[in-house]
C-alpha cells in the first residue's frame, strides 16, 4: 500500500526528458532545454509526491566562427551532456551550432557597422564644429522665418548665390530648434537633392554644405 506521507521519504529520483536546443548568441552558448519530473519515493520505490519544472543548461562554446569543426564539437556537446542530449539528436545539435555561427557572425558585423557609423558621424561632427562660419557666410545671421527666401537663392544660376543661401541653411540646420521645420520642409529637400546631383555643384563649397545639411537633420 502506498504511503501518503513524505515522512516516509526516502530518495529522489530525476527524469529528465530532451525538450530542444536553444540559442543564446550574446554569451556564445546554446542552451539545452528539457522537461524534468522530480520523484519523491519511500523506501520501496514507491512515488509519493512528483513535481515538474523546465530546466535550463547552458553550454557555452569557445571560438565560434565559420572554421569550427561542428561534428566534432556536436559530438563533444552530445558526450558531456550526461543523456540529457540524446545520441540522435546530434544533428539538430550541429544545425543549431550553424544557427550561432550565423548569428554570431550577425552581431559582430552588426557592432563593426555600428561603431563605423559612430565613428564617421563623431568626424563628420568635427568638421562641422571646426567649421568658423558657413562657406560663404551671409552678412547677417540667419532666420528660420526667412527659410523660403534662402530657398528661393537656391534656384539662382548664380552659383556663389546657391551657396550662400546653403550656407544660411546649414546655419539653421546646427540649432536643433530648427530641424523640425527643414527636414518636414520636402520642397526645400528637394532643390537642395537636385543641386547636389549637379555635376557642377559635387565638389564645391556648395556640395559640401549641403552635405552638412543632411547630416545636421538626419541625426
Known amino acids: 500500500m502506498q504511503s501518503s506521507s513524505l515522512k516516509d521519504a526516502q530518495n529522489i529520483r530525476r527524469i529528465t526528458e530532451f525538450n530542444d536546443v536553444g540559442l543564446d548568441p550574446e554569451a556564445s552558448a546554446l542552451v539545452i532545454l528539457s522537461d524534468v519530473e522530480v520523484q519523491v519515493l519511500d523506501s520501496?520505490?514507491?512515488i509519493l509526491q512528483r513535481e515538474h519544472k523546465k530546466h535550463q543548461k547552458k553550454i557555452v562554446i569557445s571560438s565560434v566562427n565559420e572554421y569550427m569543426n561542428v561534428t566534432h564539437t556536436a559530438e563533444q556537446i552530445v558526450a558531456d551532456s550526461n543523456g540529457a542530449v540524446p545520441r540522435q539528436k546530434i544533428?539538430?545539435?550541429e544545425q543549431r551550432l550553424r544557427e550561432l555561427i550565423r548569428a554570431r557572425a550577425d552581431r559582430s558585423g552588426s557592432i563593426r557597422e555600428q561603431d563605423g557609423s559612430r565613428k564617421q558621424s563623431s568626424a563628420m561632427r568635427d568638421v562641422i564644429s571646426k567649421q568658423r562660419k558657413p562657406q560663404a557666410p551671409p552678412r547677417h545671421a540667419s532666420e528660420i522665418s526667412k527659410l523660403s527666401e534662402y530657398m528661393e537663392k537656391l534656384y539662382d544660376t548664380n552659383q556663389d548665390i546657391q551657396n550662400e543661401a546653403a550656407a544660411q541653411i546649414l546655419e539653421l540646420a546646427q540649432v536643433s530648434d530648427n530641424l523640425v521645420t527643414i527636414s518636414n520642409n520636402f520642397a526645400l529637400l528637394n532643390a537642395l537633392k537636385r543641386l547636389?546631383?549637379?555635376?557642377?555643384?559635387?565638389?564645391?563649397?556648395?556640395?559640401?554644405?549641403i552635405i552638412f545639411i543632411f547630416f545636421c537633420i538626419s541625426h
Open 44 to 46: 520501496e520505490n514507491r
Open 91 to 93: 544533428g539538430l545539435v
Open 196 to 209: 547636389l546631383q549637379e555635376k557642377e555643384s559635387r565638389k564645391t563649397n556648395l556640395a559640401q554644405n
